[in-house]
């Protein structure tokens, strides 16, 4: 071995090196992306379409930014209740999870967009009016008059989003707590720390860590179950592109420009998320 070949002396590995180490499939997504990208470029139709699809990327993003967001808040709550040795907390958690997990995204995104989200004005209206007979007529009187029509789609279908992942992330918090050793816990309390304590200070931490992962992996498939918002003409990727291909029956170059969008935002993310499982021991165990 020559002296640029030893550990003390690692040879600098040159693009080639990073190119060989690739795995197949990712450089075949990336030549079929390269040959996208000069369609793009070069073909002056594809431009049009590309600028009239992309601007649905925004949208697509700040849906699934602001329901993932608050899926992990309401699965984290979930998640910590199917851990509770209050049975009550148990079982309401259990149910709530294995209910929505049974159900199909496309049909929770119906329902609170037609039956849940009036419910859920009716609920307003109702509180904005006890609110007014208590005399709090400036807090109850805007959701007395709070409408259905003042709860845009986009609204309606984070609420779904958020709803239907949040069951699979309680599952996620769940697991990933359940997997820290048991006599973390019991060392912290024979320490004196109470086990709110000893759960937010020593289980938590070391939770989050190895769910990480699994959660990046969640984030990736919500962000494609997002394509199924447009049902309720959310002006995202899929339902820009449905509109540019019915207009101008351009359905063959429209939905490569849609797919390949998609592809762009989801294996990037999948390298992010196989980086930090790499990076990170605890989050294999």
Known sequence: ??????????????????FARLPYWLLAALLLGVLLLWSLLADADYNLIFSAVSKGVGVTTYVCLVAFGFSLLVGLAFGLARVSRNRWLYEAASFYVEIIRGV???????????????????????????????????VGRPLAEFSIRQLTFTSRAILALVIGYSAFIAEIFRAGIESVETGQLE??????????????????????????????????????????VSVLGVQDITQLGRLYATSTFRFFE??????????????????????????NPLSHG
């Not at 995204?105 to 109702?126: D, H, K, Q, S, T």
Request: positive net charge; without cysteine.
């Open 1 to 18: 071995m020559s002296a640029t070949d030893s550990p003390q002396h690692p040879r600098r590995r040159s693009p080639a090196d990073y």
């Open 104 to 138: 199909p995204m496309l049909v929770i995104l119906f329902y609170i967009a037609f039956v849940g989200a009036p419910g859920l004005v009716e609920l307003f209206n109702m509180a904005g009016e006890e609110l007014q007979r208590l005399g709090l007529g400036a």
């Open 187 to 228: 060392a912290a309390l024979s320490l004196g720390m109470s086990r709110a304590q000893a759960m937010r200070h020593v289980i938590l931490p070391q939770a989050v860590r190895r769910v990480l992962p699994p959660l990046g992996n969640d984030f990736i498939a919500m962000l494609k179950d997002s394509a199924l």
């Open 254 to 279: 429209t939905y490569n420009v849609v797919a390949f969008l998609y592809l762009v935002m989801t294996i990037g993310l999948s390298l992010v998320v196989r980086y930090w499982e790499k990076r």
